[in-house]
């Protein structure tokens, strides 16, 4: 028996149905061995060396995979085709006591009968390059993490955090809102003209002015249009009559995926990554029990494989006929940023449309499998091909346009069309089809009509629009594009408000301290060159602890001037009338790692603390007394309850008890959910909530 080890256990069906018999499947659930959770983990002064441990929750499940791998006939690891992947792979080798030149990785980018067979047929050894570039990205994000989110905590407020790229995706945020709170607004106008021609009317827009680009700024401009313009002829100057032709857009990328399923779907980043996981582990499909529907979801990548172009182009020719298939297949090129390791994201098989996957889908599934595979579809198609023609007018020097464009051939569009953010106002009338028309000919005015406009500042970023500007500016990488935009919402430094991300005022005041004193770190270009020092470890072997290296040399110099400034952005503690028993002074309230509490006035000479009493919030019954429970919170911000007689009945429970109890083991009776259980865990007993 060969083991295969894998992360998802919901990739294990899907995977089995395409190993046969011989194979046994294990998942370790994602990552097994990390740094510490509660210590720092990095020897800073013997060349970075971290420390790693075993997960306390993967403990029981390393000792299963060690004696399953003891008994297998040849171990496999099939982690992730990606960086971290080829990590995890290197921690379970570690565990397993495998050398360091071990043939037992096998990685595919599909889970599919081809592409795992084929990575069976050429297992290779860890890439030492990849482990070490995902490496040095958990080093350096653990020193930025560790060693300054504490002087945020000293300096601002409580429980605050920082991250190497988090940071500077929320400086984005923050210099956005920036922007649009100095914008000041300029007024201008649009001119439109209603010409006659025969039966129809054609709308023009006021574009020059004596032959050059105008654009009215006031009431008084656009007064002497009116009436230079009124009951006068427009003549046409020019016609010009053009063909052009619009290119499919290239398979998704991660980013590319993300984006999209905001804008058309209203997807959120965590959605999109939640259901794109469902896809490419496997679903339940009716007739072919659960596969996998897409490739790996985690890419920067336009490539595709030869088999799947074909496959698509055949597809295309047998559903959309020979006119929709370009004579040579599209290729699509990578930018030199991305990493490119495996392809685009596109469906495994194109057998699978999205209709007869409906049935057994979620919505999500459903909605976004379609995206993808219409997306793919469209990328191997002939181009969109449309007619334009440009006419220009001339009233008394002022100068009027229209366009209309019509499609020849829907090439792509047949199946998928572009998201645009909103309609470009370039100053032009558009129209579909235009009436015949003839240079010098000169048509009658039917109205004109000038409307007030004032310019308007740039957009608040979406979920979708902050990928795009992280990507582009090279902060971050695929995987991580989703999680850094969450944690920002979780931290509370933003907030959605309808679809756009705002500022919180902890948000603003956060990156204000960090500009102050890590300007030089936590900033856009300094954070894509790190992206590609961890790239020139992947790609070209760079020795990582040089990397970090470089890196503290300069950051630890930050640390220490912002830890000794005397600078404090806390906010004051907030006065009350509530008197010390201690010393007789004033309490405040302060804000602590649990939240807020109250503290004497007179500190550090009386260190007298006490929690803010709260209205009290009676519920349940005492078992021992029958009095009635009180809702409290501990130190730790957790929620119990206890008997309102404290101190002189001291029964306390997690859950708000009944008053009863257990008919079979004596034990409290408490209400969890819409069931009333027995608050001992060994004892089964249950009823419905009346």
Same mark, same amino acid.
């Given at each position: 028996?060969?083991?295969?080890?894998?992360?998802?256990?919901?990739?294990?069906?899907?995977?089995?149905?395409?190993?046969?018999?011989?194979?046994?499947?294990?998942?370790?659930?994602?990552?097994?061995?990390?740094?510490?959770?509660?210590?720092?983990?990095?020897?800073?002064?013997?060349?970075?060396?971290?420390?790693?441990?075993?997960?306390?929750?993967?403990?029981?499940?390393?000792?299963?995979? &060690?004696?399953? =791998?003891?008994?297998?006939?040849? !171990?496999?690891?099939?982690?992730?085709? *990606? +960086? %971290?992947? /080829?990590?995890? $792979?290197?921690?379970?080798?570690?565990?397993?006591?495998?050398?360091?030149?071990?043939?037992?990785?096998?990685?595919?980018?599909?889970?599919?009968?081809?592409?795992?067979?084929?990575?069976?047929?050429?297992?290779?050894?860890?890439?030492?390059?990849?482990?070490?570039?995902?490496?040095?990205?958990?080093?350096?994000?653990?020193?930025?993490?560790?060693?300054?989110?504490?002087?945020?905590?000293?300096?601002?407020?409580? &429980?605050?955090? =920082?991250?190497?790229?988090?940071? !500077?995706?929320?400086?984005?945020?923050? *210099? +956005? %809102?920036? /922007?649009?709170? $100095?914008?000041?607004?300029?007024?201008?106008?649009?001119?439109?003209?209603?010409?006659?021609?025969?039966?129809?009317?054609?709308?023009?827009?006021?574009?020059?002015?004596?032959?050059?680009?105008?654009?009215?700024?006031?009431?008084?401009?656009?007064?002497?249009?009116?009436?230079?313009?009124?009951?006068?002829?427009?003549?046409?100057?020019?016609?010009?009559?053009?063909?052009?032709?619009?290119?499919?857009?290239?398979?998704?990328?991660?980013?590319?995926?993300?984006?999209?399923?905001?804008?058309?779907?209203?997807?959120?980043?965590?959605?999109?990554?939640? $259901?794109?996981?469902?896809?490419?582990?496997?679903?339940?499909?009716?007739?072919?029990?659960?596969?996998?529907?897409?490739?790996?979801?985690?890419?920067?990548?336009?490539?595709?494989?030869?088999?799947?172009?074909?496959?698509?182009?055949?597809?295309?020719?047998?559903?959309?006929?020979?006119?929709?298939?370009?004579?040579?297949?599209?290729?699509?090129?990578?930018?030199?940023?991305?990493?490119?390791?495996?392809?685009?994201?596109?469906?495994?098989?194109?057998?699978?449309?999205?209709?007869?996957?409906?049935?057994?889908?979620?919505?999500?599934?459903?909605?976004?499998?379609?995206?993808?595979?219409?997306?793919?579809?469209?990328?191997?198609?002939?181009?969109?091909?449309?007619?334009?023609?440009?006419?220009?007018?001339?009233?008394?020097?002022?100068?009027?346009?229209?366009?209309?464009?019509?499609?020849?051939?829907?090439?792509?569009?047949?199946?998928?069309?572009?998201?645009?953010?909103?309609?470009?106002?370039?100053?032009?009338?558009?129209?579909?089809?235009?009436?015949?028309?003839?240079?010098?000919?000169?048509?009658?005015?039917?109205?004109?009509?000038?409307?007030?406009?004032?310019?308007?500042?740039?957009?608040?970023?979406?979920?979708?629009?902050?990928?795009?500007?992280?990507?582009?500016?090279?902060?971050?990488?695929?995987?991580?594009?989703?999680?850094?935009?969450?944690?920002?919402?979780?931290?509370?430094?933003?907030?959605?408000?309808?679809?756009?991300?705002?500022?919180?005022?902890?948000?603003?005041?956060?990156?204000?301290?960090?500009?102050?004193?890590?300007?030089?770190?936590?900033?856009?270009?300094?954070?894509?060159?790190?992206?590609?020092?961890?790239?020139?470890?992947?790609?070209?072997?760079?020795?990582?602890?040089?990397?970090?290296?470089?890196?503290?040399?300069?950051?630890?110099?930050?640390?220490?001037?912002?830890?000794?400034?005397?600078?404090?952005?806390?906010?004051?503690?907030?006065?009350?009338?509530?008197?010390?028993?201690?010393?007789?002074?004033?309490?405040?309230?302060?804000?602590?790692?649990?939240?807020?509490?109250?503290?004497?006035?007179?500190?550090?000479?009386?260190?007298?603390?006490?929690?803010?009493?709260?209205?009290?919030?009676?519920?349940?019954?005492?078992?021992?007394?029958?009095?009635?429970?009180?809702?409290?919170?501990?130190?730790?911000?957790?929620?119990?309850?206890?008997?309102?007689?404290?101190?002189?009945?001291?029964?306390?429970?997690?859950?708000?008890?009944?008053?009863?109890?257990?008919?079979?083991?004596?034990?409290?009776?408490?209400?969890?959910?819409?069931?009333?259980?027995?608050?001992?865990?060994?004892?089964?007993?249950?009823?419905?909530?009346?």
């Amino acid at each position: 028996m060969k083991l295969v080890i894998i992360e998802s256990p919901f990739k294990r069906e899907a995977l089995k149905k395409y190993l046969g018999n011989g194979y046994e499947v294990f998942a370790t659930k994602g990552h097994i061995r990390d740094l510490p959770q509660k210590s720092f983990g990095i020897d800073l002064k013997n060349d970075f060396q971290p420390h790693y441990e075993i997960m306390p929750d993967k403990k029981e499940l390393i000792e299963q995979l &060690k004696q399953k =791998a003891k008994s297998a006939d040849e !171990v496999l690891i099939a982690t992730d085709p *990606d +960086r %971290e992947g /080829e990590a995890i $792979s290197w921690h379970i080798a570690h565990i397993l006591g495998f050398p360091q030149d071990k043939t037992c990785r096998i990685e595919f980018n599909e889970i599919s009968k081809k592409a795992v067979t084929k990575a069976l047929e050429s297992p290779r050894k860890i890439d030492l390059k990849l482990v070490n570039a995902q490496q040095a990205r958990r080093i350096l994000d653990r020193i930025v993490g560790y060693k300054l989110s504490p002087i945020l905590c000293k300096k601002i407020a409580p &429980k605050l955090s =920082a991250g190497r790229v988090q940071s !500077v995706a929320l400086k984005l945020v923050v *210099d +956005r %809102e920036k /922007e649009i709170e $100095s914008f000041v607004p300029e007024e201008y106008w649009t001119v439109t003209a209603i010409l006659k021609k025969d039966n129809n009317l054609i709308k023009t827009s006021l574009a020059t002015f004596n032959k050059k680009k105008f654009v009215p700024k006031s009431k008084e401009e656009v007064d002497k249009i009116l009436e230079a313009t009124k009951g006068k002829k427009f003549t046409i100057t020019e016609i010009k009559k053009s063909r052009t032709k619009s290119h499919a857009p290239a398979p998704f990328t991660t980013s590319t995926m993300q984006q999209d399923a905001l804008n058309k779907l209203n997807m959120s980043l965590a959605r999109t990554t939640s $259901s794109a996981q469902q896809l490419y582990e496997g679903v339940e499909i009716k007739g072919e029990g659960k596969i996998a529907l897409i490739t790996y979801i985690r890419t920067d990548s336009v490539r595709v494989s030869t088999d799947a172009q074909n496959a698509c182009r055949d597809f295309i020719k047998a559903k959309y006929g020979q006119e929709y298939l370009p004579e040579k297949p599209n290729i699509y090129h990578t930018k030199e940023s991305a990493q490119d390791a495996h392809e685009a994201i596109r469906p495994i098989t194109m057998d699978i449309t999205p209709e007869m996957a409906k049935e057994t889908l979620s919505n999500d599934n459903y909605r976004l499998y379609k995206l993808i595979y219409e997306r793919f579809l469209a990328s191997q198609m002939c181009e969109a091909e449309y007619s334009n023609v440009s006419v220009n007018f001339d009233c008394e020097g002022y100068g009027f346009k229209v366009s209309g464009r019509t499609m020849e051939f829907a090439g792509y569009t047949k199946v998928y069309k572009e998201y645009s953010d909103k309609d470009k106002d370039n100053g032009e009338g558009m129209a579909g089809k235009l009436p015949k028309m003839e240079e010098g000919e000169m048509l009658d005015c039917d109205k004109i009509t000038p409307e007030q406009k004032f310019t308007k500042p740039p957009a608040r970023y979406t979920e979708a629009s902050l990928v795009k500007a992280m990507e582009e500016k090279g902060i971050g990488r695929p995987a991580t594009y989703a999680a850094t935009i969450t944690v920002l919402t979780s931290r509370h430094y933003t907030e959605k408000k309808e679809k756009y991300l705002h500022p919180t005022e902890l948000g603003r005041k956060v990156i204000t301290y960090l500009e102050k004193f890590f300007s030089s770190v936590i900033n856009v270009k300094f954070t894509a060159h790190m992206e590609q020092r961890l790239d020139d470890i992947a790609n070209k072997d760079e020795d990582w602890h040089n990397v970090v290296s470089n890196f503290w040399n300069g950051f630890e110099g930050l640390l220490g001037r912002a830890d000794a400034s005397s600078l404090s952005m806390k906010e004051p503690p907030k006065e009350t009338d509530i008197i010390c028993e201690k010393c007789g002074g004033k309490m405040v309230i302060r804000n602590g790692r649990y939240g807020e509490f109250l503290a004497c006035s007179n500190f550090p000479k009386c260190k007298n603390t006490k929690p803010i009493e709260q209205e009290t919030k009676k519920v349940g019954k005492c078992v021992e007394c029958g009095a009635s429970m009180v809702e409290r919170k501990s130190k730790k911000g957790k929620t119990f309850y206890s008997c309102e007689r404290y101190p002189d009945c001291k029964f306390m429970s997690w859950d708000i008890p009944t008053g009863q109890r257990c008919p079979k083991c004596k034990s409290p009776l408490v209400i969890k959910g819409k069931k009333i259980k027995c608050s001992n865990a060994d004892c089964d007993y249950e009823e419905d909530k009346n």
